[in-house]
């Protein structure tokens, strides 16, 4: 298979957008620099806030701006797209259709790990916008896996970590984190996504356990293979 190269649509959040390039070069197989994948990276910050237009139409529409940052990365070389934002793919559709390459799909893929692991109760800790779009929902239960989301409480504080924490550049404790973790487990999840990419950051910074699936990391891994790199054992 020809190698391609993955463009990244990044800023949204700048450090999560750091984070998979990390780990995109830590995860392929490689021994010297000519074996990395190459990577293009815009780290766009001006890509309005996704859950903000999620949960009010009038808000600047982050849609356009993700679908030009995929044509000016296409221009520049970019075989696929990979956004390392799960919130913006409510929007996958549209930025599919409007982009020239193929966009990798995070929460598909994520979904899929899940039953790879044979989870059968998922617990999802993402951002409001992303649990009123339903995607992960969704697209667990297409694998017969019966997904749990956090009651209003625990919604409420997965964004105080996601806005007031990492993406205000303050780090999160275990103390911090432990609540999140408990009210999850009484729920009797037997897995629990990530799915925020500013929750990977909290995921880097604590080492949790093997009961999470970080969403950054499933994405990292799938755009390492779909650019046809080897993973490293």
């Given at each position: 298979?020809?190698?391609?190269?993955?463009?990244?649509?990044?800023?949204?959040?700048?450090?999560?957008?750091?984070?998979?390039?990390?780990?995109?070069?830590?995860?392929?197989?490689?021994?010297?620099?000519?074996?990395?994948?190459?990577?293009?990276?815009?780290?766009?910050?001006?890509?309005?806030?996704?859950?903000?237009?999620?949960?009010?139409?009038?808000?600047?529409?982050?849609?356009?701006?993700?679908?030009?940052?995929?044509?000016?990365?296409?221009?520049?070389?970019?075989?696929?797209?990979?956004?390392?934002?799960?919130?913006?793919?409510?929007?996958?559709?549209?930025?599919?259709?409007?982009?020239?390459?193929?966009?990798?799909?995070?929460?598909?893929?994520?979904?899929?790990?899940?039953?790879?692991?044979?989870?059968?109760?998922?617990?999802?800790?993402?951002?409001?916008?992303?649990?009123?779009?339903?995607?992960?929902?969704?697209?667990?239960?297409?694998?017969?896996?019966?997904?749990?989301?956090?009651?209003?409480?625990?919604?409420?504080?997965?964004?105080?970590?996601?806005?007031?924490?990492?993406?205000?550049?303050?780090?999160?404790?275990?103390?911090?984190?432990?609540?999140?973790?408990?009210?999850?487990?009484?729920?009797?999840?037997?897995?629990?996504?990530?799915?925020?990419?500013?929750?990977?950051?909290?995921?880097?910074?604590?080492?949790?356990?093997?009961?999470?699936?970080?969403?950054?990391?499933?994405l990292a891994e799938c755009a390492i293979l779909a650019c046809g790199y080897e993973l490293?054992?």
């Amino acid at each position: 298979m020809k190698k391609q190269t993955l463009g990244i649509i990044g800023g949204v959040g700048p450090l999560a957008t750091m984070f998979i390039g990390e780990m995109i070069v830590r995860r392929t197989k490689a021994q010297k620099d000519q074996e990395h994948l190459h990577t293009i990276i815009d780290n766009d910050t001006n890509i309005p806030d996704r859950t903000a237009f999620i949960l009010d139409k009038t808000k600047d529409n982050p849609v356009p701006v993700i679908i030009e940052d995929a044509k000016k990365l296409a221009s520049v070389g970019a075989d696929m797209i990979a956004i390392p934002c799960n919130t913006a793919h409510t929007f996958y559709h549209d930025i599919q259709e409007g982009s020239p390459i193929p966009v990798l799909h995070m929460i598909r893929e994520t979904a899929k790990r899940a039953a790879d692991l044979g989870a059968k109760r998922v617990g999802i800790l993402a951002t409001t916008g992303t649990l009123t779009s339903r995607m992960y929902q969704e697209a667990l239960e297409e694998y017969g896996i019966t997904p749990v989301v956090p009651d209003n409480e625990m919604r409420a504080y997965v964004m105080t970590i996601i806005y007031d924490y990492v993406k205000a550049g303050k780090d999160v404790t275990l103390e911090d984190w432990q609540p999140l973790e408990d009210a999850m487990l009484a729920l009797n999840c037997d897995r629990i996504v990530l799915g925020c990419t500013e929750l990977s950051i909290v995921n880097r910074d604590l080492k949790l356990n093997e009961i999470y699936i970080d969403s950054l990391i499933v994405l990292a891994e799938c755009a390492i293979l779909a650019c046809g790199y080897e993973l490293v054992d």
